[in-house]
């Protein structure tokens, strides 16, 4: 029989009311994340940068003290109805807030217009989505691919070893700062636990591990599936399936026909591994230990996934061309250390004897070359390159786990990158001052002769006038 309290039937004081505990009222409990006052945010400076499935993202200006500076930041509202995923979403960022691969939050915001808001860093390039889809522009290559991988699997790795599982792990929930280089994970909003483990449906049915599709309980694996996914991805610079594909017999097909991308042109260190991070058994994946251990191998085949990326649209320089991998050989850009450094051994996953030759780069990585001006480009990034290895010029490397020096590193780096682009400018500036003393020589020398014609004509007529009066006064003798 159900035992609801009455107040009619009570005689006494009236019953204490008790709240009903969900599994998830812990995680609603904001109080530990900092409450940002309203002197804090710039919401004149505000605005829309995007909408998820339940919430609005914008972009605005934050200070953590009234005597700080403004920086860029991102705040994300919900409606009313969401607002309990939004601060389980703060609540897992902020137990996060540590790694350096995941949006860190500043805290919350309580805002006239929007009400409450999740107040997080800015990630200005966008998501990795739009990067490989949308700016095909913008050229990358392996290198950035194995930074890439490594970061968003060391930052998976820290929250499996947190028993969390984030369930939506997808191109559009990985951002970019840093020209492209540094990569975060965002959208805590499907965040959960192990031991809450669960049979509904969440996440992005691309991405989505196929136990999830059948309703099965599921585990860590299931972000490693999407690992495999995203990994395709970003080599094939594609998308994996038919688009027009109807939903149902897509998940049908990928639930119980091992339905996955399509075939690549690609070097099978790289494909295997992709494809047993996407085994329809979860048992026979790798884990986030194993991935994090197979992509640094690969960064170290791979080292310069850290050598900033520009969009040539922007006016902005195009890609700084990437030197050769020198196996072994010390990346120009130490790439961002997490303080997660597991003690795993590489297992079956063979540590990445890539071929010596780049042919590794299937075709459809290979993005159709923009006109460019090489000579200028290949200039800066001499310059660039020569202040790197500069014992006065070059970045100090970062701390593991330091983000504050891995920002300073990323500034250093942008320092001498201007320094580079203004030592051109120089260089472009005194080769016009050069053309212009030329011409001016030439300008002069024009005068000069302008001046000995008007002297020679004038020399002319004054012979002719000699000339003339000679023969008159010859006229007049004869
Ligand atoms: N910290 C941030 N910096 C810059 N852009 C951001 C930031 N957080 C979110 N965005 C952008 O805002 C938009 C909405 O993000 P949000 O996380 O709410 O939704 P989503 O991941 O696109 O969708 P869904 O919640 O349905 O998975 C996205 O385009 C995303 O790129």
New binding site residues.
């Given amino acids: 029989m159900d035992r609801k309290p009455s107040s009619s039937s009570s005689t006494g004081p009236p019953a204490p009311v008790i709240q009903r505990k969900t599994r998830d009222s812990d995680l609603c409990l904001t109080s530990d994340i900092p409450k940002i006052p309203p002197n804090c945010i710039d919401e004149l400076n505000s605005h829309f940068?995007?909408?998820?499935?339940?919430?609005v993202?914008e972009k605005t200006k934050y200070r953590k003290t009234r005597d700080d500076t403004y920086r860029p930041a991102?705040i994300?509202y919900a409606s009313a109805t969401h607002l309990s995923i939004l601060k389980r979403e703060a609540k897992h960022m902020w137990n996060l807030r540590n790694h350096v691969n995941i949006?860190k939050i500043y805290g919350m915001y309580e805002s006239h217009r929007n009400g409450q808001g999740l107040v997080?860093?800015?990630?200005d390039c966008?998501?990795v989505a739009d990067l490989i889809y949308d700016r095909k522009n913008i050229e990358y290559k392996m290198d950035h691919v194995a930074s890439w991988m490594y970061q968003l699997s060391s930052a998976v790795n820290f929250f499996h070893s947190k028993d969390q599982i984030h369930r939506?792990l997808k191109l559009?929930?990985m951002?970019l700062s840093h020209h492209h280089r540094t990569l975060k994970i965002?959208?805590f909003?499907t965040f959960t636990s192990i031991h809450q483990s669960m049979t509904s449906n969440r996440g992005?049915p691309i991405t989505m591990a196929p136990e999830i599709f059948r309703c099965e309980p599921y585990n860590m694996k299931a972000d490693i599936f999407s690992i495999g996914i995203i990994m395709w991805q970003m080599i094939a610079r594609d998308h994996p399936y038919t688009m027009n594909m109807p939903i149902t017999p897509f998940l049908y097909n990928v639930a119980t026909r091992n339905l996955r991308p399509h075939e690549i042109e690609c070097n099978p260190i790289l494909s295997n591994f992709y494809k047993r991070c996407w085994s329809d058994n979860p048992a026979s994946r790798p884990t986030s230990a194993d991935c994090v251990e197979y992509f640094r191998c690969l960064r170290s085949e791979y080292p310069n996934g850290n050598v900033p990326l520009w969009d040539p649209a922007s006016g902005a320089s195009n890609t700084v061309k990437i030197p050769k991998s020198q196996p072994g050989g010390r990346s120009p850009l130490p790439l961002p250390k997490t303080e997660i450094t597991p003690d795993v051994k590489p297992k079956e996953v063979a540590p990445a004897k890539v071929q010596e030759t780049p042919a590794l780069l299937p075709d459809t990585l290979k993005v159709p070359k923009v006109e460019r001006q090489i000579s200028n480009e290949e200039e800066k990034q001499k310059i660039f390159m020569t202040a790197l290895s500069n014992e006065d010029t070059r970045p100090i490397d970062p701390n593991e786990g330091d983000e504050s020096s891995l920002e300073l590193y990323h500034q250093h780096c942008l320092v001498n990158l201007n320094y580079a682009e203004v030592l051109l400018a120089k260089k472009e500036a005194i080769n016009e001052k050069h053309k212009l003393v030329q011409k001016w020589a030439e300008h002069e020398r024009t005068l000069e002769l302008l001046e000995r014609i008007a002297c020679l004509e004038q020399e002319i007529a004054y012979q002719e006038c000699n000339n003339a009066k000679e023969k008159s006064s010859f006229s007049v003798r004869m």
Avoid: P, W
């Avoid at 940068?49 to 919430?55: A, S």
């Avoid at 997080?120 to 990630?123: I, L, R, S, T």
């Fill in positions: 940068l995007g909408k998820g499935t339940f919430g993202v991102a994300k949006i997080m860093e800015y990630m966008g998501c939506d559009q929930n951002l965002c959208d909003g992005s």
